[in-house]
């Protein structure tokens, strides 16, 4: 199966930047779901930005919209998330996840309707 190696984490000040990595064991060229994800102490696990493989535009949640980006290598060796103007509220725990294959865009709970791998996740802190 596919392992998913994260990077990038941090503890950082309101108003910086990280970049997260997402590196997978293998690598695959058929479509497929992408996302990232994040869980705070005491929350429930949020999807924070999503892409389809295929055709069509990345989903972003609101709250990270038009500061974070989420992108893939053109030789798909490294998903990234780029997070810009990080404030308190974006401190979590973020992970990374794809599925094996998908047929259609990345829409509702994509990570239960296919098979999906998981990375170990990376701690961002975000000081006010």
């Known amino acids: 199966q596919v392992q998913l190696t994260e990077s990038g984490g941090g503890s950082v000040q309101a108003g910086d930047s990280l970049r997260l990595s997402c590196r997978p064991s293998?690598?695959?060229?058929?479509?497929?779901?992408m996302g990232w994800f994040r869980q705070a102490p005491g929350k429930e696990r949020e999807e924070v930005a999503n892409?389809?493989?295929?055709?069509?535009?990345?989903y972003y949640h609101e709250s990270v919209k038009g500061r974070f980006k989420i992108s893939l290598d053109d030789d798909r060796s490294t998903l990234y998330l780029q997070m810009n103007d990080l404030k308190p509220e974006d401190t979590a725990t973020y992970f990374c996840?794809?599925?094996?294959?998908?047929?259609?865009?990345?829409?509702?709970?994509?990570?239960?309707?296919?098979?999906?791998?998981w990375g170990q996740g990376t701690q961002v802190a975000v000081a006010s």
């Open positions: 892409k389809w493989t295929g055709y069509g535009g990345a």
């Open positions: 293998i690598l695959t060229y058929s479509r497929y779901c």
């Open positions: 996840a794809r599925t094996q294959v998908a047929t259609s865009g990345c829409n509702g709970a994509w990570y239960e309707r296919w098979s999906t791998y």
